[in-house]
């Protein structure tokens, strides 16, 4: 699946040289990836009787590394575009590229690996197949 999140830079995101500040990359493409997941996962969600929980459904993941390549700023007003998919599956792990762009042109490429965790443990879990499923249409 190729899901689009799109955000609106604010002023207080940017740093004296009128730019997004390096570590809210970080924050936007947790955030592209926690509101696709859950986009993706709603009608499991909802079958399990919650909207956002994703421990209702067994589910829980955790990040392990990440990594952003830096192509252009993106700067207070842009509206910014992050393209997200999975591109790696493993057993208990998983990698998501999200590609950010601002009117088509490309500003950053980041790869997040994530380890599917038991919600209750938070020791590493294989990854449930409705997670695979729901993030792979």
Request: aromatic share 10%; net charge negative; with cysteine.
């Amino acid at each position: 699946m190729s899901y689009v999140h799109t955000l609106r830079v604010r002023y207080g995101e940017c740093d004296m040289q009128r730019v997004v500040f390096n570590a809210n990359y970080f924050v936007y493409v947790d955030d592209a990836v926690d509101t696709w997941t859950r986009h993706a996962l709603a009608d499991e969600l909802a079958k399990a009787g919650s909207s956002t929980d994703l421990h209702a459904i067994g589910f829980d993941f955790m990040l392990k590394t990440t990594q952003l390549t830096w192509h252009s700023p993106v700067k207070f007003g842009d509206t910014l575009d992050m393209h997200c998919a999975v591109s790696r599956w493993g057993n208990s792990s998983f990698d998501v590229a999200i590609h950010g762009q601002v009117n088509g042109d490309s500003r950053f490429d980041a790869v997040i690996t994530y380890v599917s965790v038991d919600p209750k443990s938070q020791r590493p879990s294989p990854i449930p197949d409705i997670v695979k499923e729901a993030l792979s249409k």
